[in-house]
């Protein structure tokens, strides 16, 4: 009988010690299971936040209108221009005496009538449009060469205060953006192209009508600088700062590039490119022929129609018209040029149908 109570009594112990074993067992399950719910959580709040910042930076590097400041879209009047000019003049800055004349190198523009040919380095080309008053002379020239449609408005002005620059919708920022056209029409321009598109990067001179909105830039940047004595030049931006350039003198610049043409030369090569852009693209520049005398120039590209041009055959281009300065500005699906409130090339991105690109600024032509 003691034999038999003693076998009851660890019959009990070990069941007790059973079902310890497997209460601890469930409640080390239960501890797992919580540190793996606890673990999932954790990893898909994570991704959450991964989502969410990942999603913030790209609304706030590609969508997110950030306005820095507002810019007068109006333009200065003569004598504002003058006085400025006269400011920039004396304090060391380059001038030239027949800035306010119109250039009488290489005139070949006039009032002609539309679909007749060109002459001189325009006897190649097809007239698009002309316009003519006290202040300015535009005609605008259709090529074709190098398998590529490419649109030159020969530009005479008595002033540089002609040449201005618009921001899109008027403001300086980022991801402010609108089409050429539309940018045009706000500032009623007579002629406009796309310009260096500088709210798709962080740094690169921003000035514009005599007004520095962005003094950052890369030490190997090539800038533009258009004096308000109607000088063209192109500056690397290690060589002077943007307030510098506008104590010279400049009344815009811009930082694009490269510069094609300097001192009557031009400065890239057959294997020059603008980052990974193909050989053959839409192109966008503006050079300075003489006094008062300027190329805008567009070609289209990316597709069957019109190939595009490579940067050095926008530069012998650019050379043929007679530039001894120019400069590359945005290109690809930005390249536009807007005439008397009409677009007249055939802007696109994928080469399938045409589509203006909404862009920051414009460089224009007006009253």
Known sequence: M???????????????ECQNWELGAKNRRARRKGRGLAGRRFRIASTALL?????????????????????????????????????????????????????????????????????????????????????MTITVYRFYENNTYIYAADVQVRSAEYIKSAFAQGTYGKNVTAKTSSIADSVE???????????????????????????????DDQVLAIGTDGSMKVVNASDATAQELV?????QVYDFGPGLIQDGKISVTANSEVGKAMASNPRTAIGQVGQGHYVFVVSDGRS??????????????????????AYNLDGGGSSTMVFQGKVINNPTTTGHGTSERSVSDIVYIGS
């Open 189 to 219: 321009a007579i002629l406009a192209i796309n310009g260096d598109y500088y709210g798709a990067q962080e740094s690169g001179y921003v000035v514009r009508n005599g007004v520095v909105y962005r003094s950052t830039a890369d030490s």
């Open 51 to 135: 989502i969410a910042f990942s999603s913030y930076f790209l609304l706030d590097t590609f969508v997110l209108a950030r306005s820095y400041a507002a810019s007068s879209q109006s333009s200065l009047s003569s004598s504002e221009f003058a006085s400025l000019k006269s400011a920039n003049s004396s304090a060391g800055g380059s001038s030239a005496s027949s800035g306010s004349s119109k250039s009488s190198a290489n005139d070949t523009t006039g009032t002609l009538a539309e679909g007749s040919s060109g002459s001189g380095v325009y006897a190649n080309a097809t007239v698009v449009g002309s316009y003519s008053d006290d202040n």
């Open 247 to 251: 104590d010279q003198g400049a009344w």
């Open 2 to 16: 003691w034999l038999e109570k003693g076998r009851a009594e660890a019959g009990l112990q070990g069941g007790s």
């Open 304 to 325: 069957s129609q019109s190939q595009g041009l490579s940067l050095y055959q926008l530069a012998q281009f650019m050379k043929s018209l007679g530039a001894t300065t």
